[in-house]
């Protein structure tokens, strides 16, 4: 459970078909758990069009753009998440003492991985890495249960070691863009465990739908976590929250700086969980499964490209190719960034991560796959 991930690659030298396959001795060797989408569009990256970062384009929007720069106004007074607290209760139907407010799902993982009590986790890979970059930072040695490309990446909950006091999943999953059923999350819930349920991605999801994030007072160890980053725009005010027991949130809090989060951070928050905000989300979620149908139909006519899933249902999709690190050096020198898969612990250089985009710019995806050779 706690070995090294081993994948499988090409050797890509040459041309997109004209590299002799061959075993690539970097396969072996553990993912930077560190690298993120980001890293494909910073310095020269930055002119590129953005495939690699999974954050709704367009946004934020002009009025959550006006809420914050009307919150300027309080930058004087020390920050209450009183109001915003109350707001993100409201809409998810519990009571405020379940919310706690978050620089980010990044900050999260952070308190997470430095609760007493946690000795044997175990996170649910591929998925976002952060969450096992924070065990391990906390000193703990987390265990890995890989979910095999050959059914989907779809998990079995009776596959967690009974051992497991801690569990970490995402849902829908960054990078494979599958969505587990809200039953199977459960089932892995156990008195003494805490089941982490990353949910970064569920308000792309039309009706939030297999959403576990209203029953945290019913599933004895649940703990929710979301980002307001993805679908609003707001990587660079960092806000998100937890979800979970009163005695989880004191214990998160505990050892926490005065006022973690700022103001705009807290105004964002409030904002967000407008009915307003929620309908324009739902709408958002709407589209992009417009968008990510016409991203399937386009790849789909390039034969060496294999999605993960049948039944993707994140804002971006993982796609296998035999030599994906040529298609994104050649896809870069075309202007587009994509991101790499071979940090994700469970995949390897067989495998890229692409950001639903909008019809036209799936369309020129589309000639730059074309002109660089994919078939």
């Known amino acids: 459970?706690?070995?090294?991930?081993?994948?499988?690659?090409?050797?890509?030298?040459?041309?997109?078909?004209?590299?002799a396959p061959g075993t690539d001795p970097r396969s072996e060797e553990e993912p930077d758990l560190r690298h993120?989408?980001?890293?494909?569009?910073?310095?020269?990256?930055?002119?590129?069009?953005?495939?690699?970062?999974?954050?709704?384009?367009?946004?934020?929007?002009?009025?959550?753009?006006?809420r914050l720069a009307a919150s300027l106004a309080d930058l004087a007074a020390y920050p209450d998440d009183t109001a915003a607290r109350r707001?993100?209760?409201r809409r998810h139907g519990l009571a405020p003492d379940r919310v706690l407010l978050t620089a980010g799902a990044a900050e999260a993982?952070?308190?997470?991985?430095?609760?007493?009590?946690?000795?044997?986790?175990?996170?649910?890979?591929?998925?976002?890495?952060?969450?096992?970059?924070?065990?391990?930072?906390?000193?703990?040695?987390?265990g890995r249960l890989l979910l095999s490309a050959a059914n989907g990446f779809r998990w079995d909950p009776a596959s967690v070691p009974a051992e497991a006091d801690a569990v970490v999943i995402g849902n829908?999953?960054?990078?494979?863009?599958?969505?587990?059923?809200?039953?199977?999350?459960?089932?892995?819930a156990r008195p003494g465990r805490l089941l982490v349920v990353d949910e970064a991605f569920i308000d792309a999801v039309p009706g939030e739908r297999?959403?576990?994030?209203?029953?945290?007072?019913?599933?004895?160890?649940?703990?929710?976590?979301?980002?307001?980053?993805k679908t609003w725009g707001l990587a660079g005010l960092r806000i998100g929250y937890v979800l979970a027991a009163p005695?989880?949130?004191?214990?998160?809090?505990?050892?926490?700086?005065?006022?973690?989060?700022?103001?705009?951070?807290?105004?964002?928050?409030?904002?967000?969980?407008?009915?307003?905000a929620l309908a324009e989300a739902?709408?958002?979620?709407?589209?992009?499964?417009?968008?990510?149908d016409l991203l399937v139909s386009v790849l789909a006519g390039f034969g060496e490209l294999r999605a993960a899933t049948p039944a993707p249902r994140g804002p971006f999709l993982l796609v296998e190719h035999a030599r994906a690190e040529r298609v994104r050096e050649r896809l870069r020198e075309e202007g587009f960034a994509v991101r790499r898969g071979d940090t994700f612990p469970g995949l390897g250089r067989r495998w890229l991560r692409l950001a639903v985009r909008d019809a036209a710019t799936t369309e020129a995806l589309r000639g730059a796959l074309v002109r660089i050779g994919v078939t």
């Open 109 to 142: 993982f952070v308190l997470l991985a430095r609760l007493d009590g946690i000795r044997r986790p175990v996170v649910v890979h591929p998925q976002f890495t952060e969450p096992e970059a924070a065990l391990r930072d906390a000193g703990h040695r987390p």
């Open 172 to 188: 829908p999953t960054n990078p494979t863009s599958v969505l587990h059923p809200a039953e199977a999350i459960v089932a892995a």
């Open 282 to 292: 739902e709408a958002a979620a709407r589209e992009t499964v417009e968008r990510r």
């Open 87 to 89: 707001a993100v209760a």
């Open 1 to 19: 459970m706690n070995g090294t991930t081993k994948g499988t690659g090409n050797a890509m030298d040459t041309g997109i078909d004209g590299a």
């Open 210 to 229: 297999e959403s576990v994030a209203g029953l945290v007072d019913e599933v004895p160890g649940l703990v929710v976590i979301r980002s307001l980053t």
């Open 36 to 66: 993120h989408g980001d890293a494909e569009v910073r310095g020269e990256g930055a002119g590129l069009v953005d495939l690699a970062v999974n954050v709704r384009t367009g946004t934020p929007p002009a009025w959550l753009r006006e």
């Open 247 to 276: 005695g989880t949130v004191r214990e998160l809090e505990r050892g926490r700086p005065l006022w973690p989060v700022g103001t705009p951070a807290l105004a964002a928050a409030e904002a967000c969980c407008s009915p307003e």
